[in-house]
């Protein structure tokens, strides 16, 4: 037992030995990295504590007067603030915030491609907001005759956030659009979603009409 605790220390006292041999060969460079390595740390701390925390700030008084010509639908006014904000302040939560009211006013414009870019560029956790905007982006789709992309944005929203709001009103959407494709099939499925998991939904209400019709078109119907 003595001798193999003994060859224990040995070996940790060798490779010890050779880590400090090539500290000692590769001192400037151990040294370079190390100072590379802290100067990315302080870079991350204040630009995660200091400068994006002061630039959110500013952003929140700088959209206010955006946000309040958007309340009283002087969006022509609205959006090159809102534009402003996205560029000078595209790092922060205001920032993508502004990317979602600049879709909302193109939407509003009917220039659908334009809502779309923004709207693709809006990022938030939120769990209606976010469904919301994705949702949107499908309504823009539709508009511009894009079924197979309205498709996919809807079904994205259904996942982005379940719930009893959002969730049933993408699932009937993305049921119609099911059914202009002719995928009767994955309509009935959705209508059938929204019948069992939605029940108490406003959709929910009249969905018996949509899922027979479905049903027939799909050749299931007895």
């Known amino acids: 037992m003595a001798n193999e605790n003994n060859d224990v220390l040995l070996g940790v006292e060798e490779r010890w030995s050779r880590l400090e041999n090539f ?3 590769n001192k400037k460079r151990v040294s370079t990295i190390a100072t590379i390595v802290l100067i990315a740390i302080a870079g991350y701390v204040g630009y995660t504590y200091w400068y ?11 959209i206010f007067p955006a946000q309040r010509l958007f309340g009283i639908d002087s969006i022509n006014k ?3 603030m809102f534009e402003q904000i996205a560029d000078d302040y595209g790092a922060t939560k205001i920032g993508h915030t502004a990317n979602y009211y600049l879709g909302v006013c193109y939407f509003r414009k009917k220039e659908y491609q334009k809502a779309i870019d923004y709207l693709s560029k809006f990022n938030a956790g939120d769990v209606m907001v976010s469904p919301i905007a994705v949702g949107l982006m499908g309504d823009a789709e539709m508009q511009l005759g894009h079924n197979d992309a ?6 994205t929203a259904i996942k982005r956030s379940e719930n009893d709001l959002t969730t049933p009103i993408f699932l009937q959407k993305a049921a119609f659009v099911c059914e202009q494709k002719h995928d009767y099939a994955q309509a009935l499925s959705l209508y059938q979603n929204i019948k069992t998991q939605y029940h108490n939904s406003t959709e929910a209400q009249n969905i018996d009409k949509y899922i027979a019709r479905a049903k027939v078109e799909a050749g299931t119907a007895q």
């Open 23 to 25: 500290f000692q060969e």
């Open 52 to 62: 994006l925390p002061g630039q959110e700030q500013e952003a929140e008084v700088a």
């Open 78 to 80: 609205a959006i090159p």
């Open 150 to 155: 309205a498709l996919e944005d809807y079904l």
